[in-house]
């Protein structure tokens, strides 16, 4: 069978194909309706909405570190200047000025992708004011003796930035709890349901989660079978092989 299928040279087309165009063998497409029918593919056409908008704040998330985010958007900020015209150009490592401003830019685009009807459900009991174009608390602390950061503090609604934030606090605290981290970002932040939504952000930290993981029990082995066996006394023994263990100054 294979050595006239190697024969046959199939390979090499219709023998017709070799001569002129002209003594090709012609024949008519026959159409029939049914027959394009049987080959024609349904399409269906389904609208999803997904609600997986990419807001503007989510292209600042190239990072997992709050600090890495932070250097890049100052260098994303200086190059914005550097390309001005009659700009003073800035050069070498990033100075503070540059990475305060940059946090003031994460901070707008944290406030600005804040849902206007959830900051409306706060307007009756918290007063809001605008410095620099950011967003900031009036407290009943005017009057004491604090930074002004700690009496008006910068309003930090729920973002994934936040996430970055809180993560970078957490750590630098040495993994401390809800609270302590909590009342760090206070000192500069009002987090509009701070509590639940550090305790949320702090459930992803993984070295937490190890050292709070808890303890596994697992199922008693059985008995051997020669303590479970009825026998005469002393027909099965047993030896402790331990033994008094010495100690540290010769004590045993
Ligand atoms: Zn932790």
Redesign the pocket.
């Known amino acids: 069978m294979l050595s006239d299928l190697l024969q046959s040279k199939w390979c090499e087309g219709p023998g017709w194909l070799y001569n002129n165009e002209e003594s090709w063998p012609c024949s008519e497409v026959s159409e029939t309706l049914d027959e394009a029918f049987l080959e024609q593919h349904k399409t269906v056409v389904t609208n999803l909405a997904t609600g997986n908008e990419v807001r503007f704040g989510d292209r600042f998330l190239y990072f997992l570190s709050y600090k890495k985010i932070l250097r890049m958007t100052a260098y994303v900020l200086r190059f914005c200047n550097n390309i001005k015209r009659n700009s003073s150009k800035l050069v070498n490592s990033l100075s503070c000025e540059e990475i305060q401003k940059a946090e003031e830019t994460l901070i707008k685009i944290m406030q600005s992708e804040w849902p206007s009807k959830i900051r409306e459900k706060y307007k009756d009991a918290i007063q809001f004011f605008e410095e620099n174009g950011i967003l900031k608390v009036q407290t009943g602390l005017i009057l004491s003796q604090d930074q002004e950061d700690f009496t008006h503090p910068t309003v930090l609604p729920d973002h994934p930035l936040l996430e970055r934030l809180v993560l970078h606090t957490?750590?630098s605290l040495m993994?401390a709890g809800v609270l302590t981290t909590l009342a760090q970002l206070r000192e500069k932040f009002w987090i509009p349901k701070g509590r639940r939504i550090i305790r949320a952000i702090?459930r992803q930290?993984?070295?937490?989660k190890r050292l709070t993981a808890g303890k596994v029990n697992p199922d008693p082995a059985p008995l051997p079978h020669d303590r479970i066996h009825r026998v005469a006394a002393f027909q099965i023994t047993g030896a402790e092989l331990a033994g008094p263990l010495s100690m540290r100054g010769g004590s045993e």
Not at 205 to 208: D, Q, S, Y
């Open positions: 957490h750590r993994h702090l930290c993984i070295k937490c």
